[in-house]
């Protein structure tokens, strides 16, 4: 059997899980291999294990492994979300702070990729950047937010900040995390059979859930005005790495 299998009904971003069955005996994948830039690690699949398509009967003699991978290595690139709440303007203002003038303005700078902007009209005037930024360095932030202060200065808005660390090429990326999580899932096996006193007979199905944090593969800005932020005024910490993870589960038949 073999089955793709949505992660949710309804989402912007359609993550697709794919699992598989096995017959008959199947050599186990090389363990010895390591990724420096990948964290792998025994892992929980309490609330995907239910959505899964294919069912194994669980008996004394099946050995479950869910293990999980994560990258280490600093993002390659970042998305910065930045909310200015300000008193109505009025006269010049308007035309200087309307968004498509200021995203215009953001999008000459150096290090940004690409913005998108929103007008906010519920409660207090205000307005919602999302830009894209081609480094993980904090002083390129902080170009993009004093560049939002100047312009906004009249006003005394009132900014909140979030960022979120982007990956370029998640495509070779989710192929080295598959490895590592699988890698991870074999040594486990290993590992637990030989606690039990068994030994792995087979594999009986193989599966990788949907993955978790695809928003980071994407490089197009979208702004929005239902966004939580950080603290007011506050840049925020810059992300270690990319948040993306994936978990693959292995069932194995012991003896």
């Known amino acids: 059997l073999f089955a793709l299998y949505p992660a949710a009904e309804s989402a912007d971003l359609v993550n697709l899980g794919v699992a598989t069955t096995f017959s008959g005996a ?95 009209q519920m409660g207090r005037p205000g307005a919602a950047y999302e830009l894209i930024i081609r480094s993980a360095q904090r002083r390129d932030l902080v170009r993009a937010l004093q560049t939002l202060q100047s312009i906004y200065a009249s006003l005394h808005p009132d900014i909140r900040s979030r960022i979120f660390g982007l990956a370029y090429n998640c495509n070779t990326l989710e192929q080295r995390l598959l490895a590592a999580s699988i890698r991870q899932d074999v040594v486990q096996a290993k590992a637990d059979a030989t606690a039990e006193h068994r030994r792995l007979r087979k594999l009986l199905l193989a599966a990788v859930y949907p993955l978790d944090g695809a928003q980071a593969c994407n490089l197009q800005a979208k702004a929005s005005d239902d966004m939580q932020y950080d603290a007011p005024n506050e840049l925020p910490d810059l992300p270690r790495k990319a948040k993306i993870f994936m978990n693959t589960l292995l069932v194995y038949r012991t003896w």
């Open 26 to 120: 199947l050599p186990l994948p090389a363990a010895n291999q390591h990724d420096s830039k990948i964290l792998a690690f025994r892992s929980d699949d309490t609330q995907q294990r239910p959505m899964l398509p294919i069912r194994v009967p669980d008996d004394n003699t099946v050995l479950p492994e869910v293990a999980g991978a994560t990258p280490i290595s600093p993002p390659d690139a970042l998305r910065f979300d930045v909310q200015l709440r300000y008193d109505a303007p009025s006269g010049d203002a308007i035309a200087a702070t309307d968004p498509a003038t200021v995203s215009k303005i953001l999008r000459k700078l150096p290090s940004v990729m690409d913005v998108a902007a929103t007008a906010q």
